[in-house]
T-cell receptor, first 112, second 113 residues
């Protein structure tokens, strides 16, 4: 079966660093995605990892270990606008196409 | 970001009503998706279309009926819904079924009374 786990909620302080973890079990792995979703808005694409290691993009970095079924999203220099839900999604080839399976999301609250 | 638009943004309907949700993508993509997002639950894939052909119907009840007249437009026709169908319905598109990155619209917040 397919399963994705991430913490439900996290809090952090403005200016700090926060790491959001995601563990997964899936067949036909074809990449891991992180999306950001502000309340009432569309999920927006943040990062994509298909090989092991760290991908850095500005204040956001994403890490993948395929052997451990583990990823994390690292947010540096937190800003109030980073308060949002962060969705971990695993891509897998199933039924003839690449399908995204989403975790329930981690709601991050950044406070002053 | 206006690559994928959805209308209406909010919808309240009774269980005997018929309504339609509309999605339009301006990205030149060939694949489109409908997802359901309920509170504190993962996004659930409902339907997948590639080049106007339905690829996936993910065990969705027949009271939800998708339509894809062309690669830029996707509809979700609703009839005789149940209160448990109240959720955020998200449309997404990708360059193709082989292209993993999906781009989402803002969603339609649906309330069934």
């Amino acid at each position: 079966g397919q399963n994705i786990d991430q913490p439900t909620e996290m809090t952090a302080t403005e200016g700090a660093i926060v790491q959001i973890n995601c563990t997964y079990q899936t067949s036909g792995f074809n990449g891991l995605f992180w999306y950001q979703q502000h309340a009432g808005e569309a999920p927006t694409f943040l990062s994509y990892n298909v090989l092991d290691g760290l991908e850095e993009k500005g204040r956001f970095s994403s890490f993948l270990s395929r052997s451990k079924g583990y990823s994390y999203l690292l947010l540096k220099e937190l800003q109030m606008k980073d308060s949002a839900s962060y969705l971990c999604a695993v891509g897998g080839f199933s039924g003839g196409y690449n399908k995204l399976i989403f975790g329930a999301g981690t709601r991050l609250a950044v406070h002053p | 970001e206006t690559g994928v638009t959805q209308t209406p943004r909010h919808l309240v309907m009774g269980m005997t009503n018929k309504k339609s949700l509309k999605c339009e993508q301006h990205l030149g993509h060939n694949a489109m998706y409908w997802y359901k997002q309920s509170a504190k639950k993962p996004l659930e894939l409902m339907f997948v279309y590639s080049l106007e052909e339905r690829v996936e119907n993910n065990s969705v009840p027949s009271r939800f009926s998708p339509e894809c007249p062309n690669s830029s437009h996707l509809f979700l026709h609703l009839h005789t819904l149940q209160p448990e169908d109240s959720a955020l319905y998200l449309c997404a598109s990708s360059q193709s079924l082989d292209q993993e990155t999906q781009y989402f619209g803002p969603g339609t917040r649906l309330l069934v009374l």
